[in-house]
């Protein structure tokens, strides 16, 4: 997904949008389908999942960069906004620090956000056909992978939902969907434009997570109520 959003050319330079009904966000956004550089189309490749990752990886990588440049020079005074939906780590791991370092070498107004699912990656048995060796290389590989992908984003968030635990949560989380965990958050000391927010910390590494209908709300977990917590009322003492 491409979002260009230029703030003259919406809104016209007092700031005021011209068509109340035109919204930018929705009229400048373009999807651009990636997944042929997903395909194999060599059998070789097909058998040997290394081999295959770092072709479809690289595919990847030069997709997705021939559709920035092609954006940046049709509209070269807008930020472009990347959403990558479920990307997979396998192909991931390769195509995106060769991106970032692109963006950043360049200083490309760029903005780049990616969800991927790492249980279903860490999760998924690999082809019998395919030369990674055992069992336990496989998995050393593909924590490889999710870590080298992690290490070439500026932050990573990861969402646990309760509904996916084995055992339920303590009560006092009774009114949270799940917990947002902020696993790297990095400062920066280069000239790229997003630098200029970095010196705003999280106030905390755990948020809790409501959702209300279509609503999602994230909140600092705080120490909740006596009624929550297990036992009741039964602890005695300064409420």
């Known amino acids: 997904m ?3 959003f230029d703030f003259e050319q919406d809104y016209g330079d007092n700031g005021n949008n011209t068509d109340a009904e035109k919204n930018p966000l929705v009229t400048n956004t373009k999807i651009v389908d990636c997944s042929r550089a997903l395909w194999s189309s060599s059998s070789t490749l097909r058998n040997d999942a290394t ?4 072709q479809q990886g690289m595919a990847l990588f030069c997709s997705l960069y021939k559709h920035l440049q092609t954006t940046l020079s049709s509209h070269p005074n ?10 997979p780590i ?4 390769i195509a995106m620090p060769l991106l970032m370092s692109k963006i950043r070498k360049e200083n490309l107004p760029v903005v ?3 969800t991927a699912r790492p249980w279903k990656w860490l999760s998924s048995s690999p082809s019998s056909n395919n030369n990674y060796g055992s069992s336990n290389n ?3 590989n593909k924590l490889d992978a999710l870590s080298s992908l992690r290490t070439a ?5 990861s969402l646990d939902s309760f509904s996916s635990f084995r055992s339920p949560p303590p009560p006092e989380f009774s009114l949270l969907q799940g917990v947002l965990t902020v696993r790297k958050c990095a400062s920066f000391h280069v000239a790229h434009y997003t630098d200029a927010v970095t010196w705003k910390r999280p106030l905390a590494e755990r948020f809790g997570v409501k959702r209300d209908g279509r609503k999602v709300t994230v909140q600092l ?3 909740p109520p006596e009624e929550y917590s297990k036992g009741g009322s039964s602890t005695s003492g300064v409420r």
Do not use: N
Request: proline share 0%; glycine share 6%.
């Open 153 to 157: 984003t500026d932050v990573t968030l």
């Open 221 to 223: 977990l705080h120490l």
């Open 2 to 4: 491409w979002d260009q």
């Open 51 to 54: 081999m295959e990752y770092q």
């Open 138 to 140: 496989d998995a050393m």
């Open 90 to 93: 396998g192909q991931g791991a």
């Open 112 to 114: 780049v956000l990616a």
């Open 78 to 87: 807008t930020v472009i906004r990347l959403f990558l939906h479920r990307l």
